[in-house]
């Protein structure tokens, strides 16, 4: 199973990155996806979380109004579109996939999630 992130890199304030991630080796539609980030001298955090065949979807606050996580299942990809960046949101942001379909605030445990992708950094600057 491999995870494979991709698409960060530096913007200003109020600029825009789309993540993916690319799946094999699992199906990511059996069960809950998410994205983390951890800042430096931060804990990893849960940013958002897609749960399989409902879409039901979880944001962070900190992110609400301006990330939306989707999926795309013929490609087996996740992806996170992040607008209005903000300086706070430089971080390593990591995709991870779960074998169950998780609920509640199981989604933003990250030991939940089995499969994790590499990480791929994204730096704003003011």
């Known amino acids: 199973v491999q995870l494979q992130a991709f698409g960060g890199g530096s913007v200003e304030t109020g600029g825009s990155l789309k993540l993916s991630c690319a799946a094999s080796g699992f199906t990511l539609n059996s069960g809950s996806t998410a994205w983390f980030r951890q800042a430096p001298g931060k804990e990893r955090e849960a940013v958002s979380c897609?749960?399989?065949?409902?879409?039901?979807?979880y944001y962070a606050e900190s992110v609400k109004g301006r990330f939306t996580i989707s999926r795309d299942n013929a490609e087996n990809t996740l992806y996170l579109q992040m607008n209005s960046l903000k300086p706070e949101d430089t971080a390593v942001y990591c995709c991870a996939a779960s074998r169950r379909r998780l609920v509640g605030s199981t989604q933003y445990v990250t030991a939940n999630y089995d499969y994790w992708g590499q990480g791929t950094l994204v730096t704003v600057s003011s």
């Open positions: 897609y749960r399989p065949y409902t879409g039901i979807t």
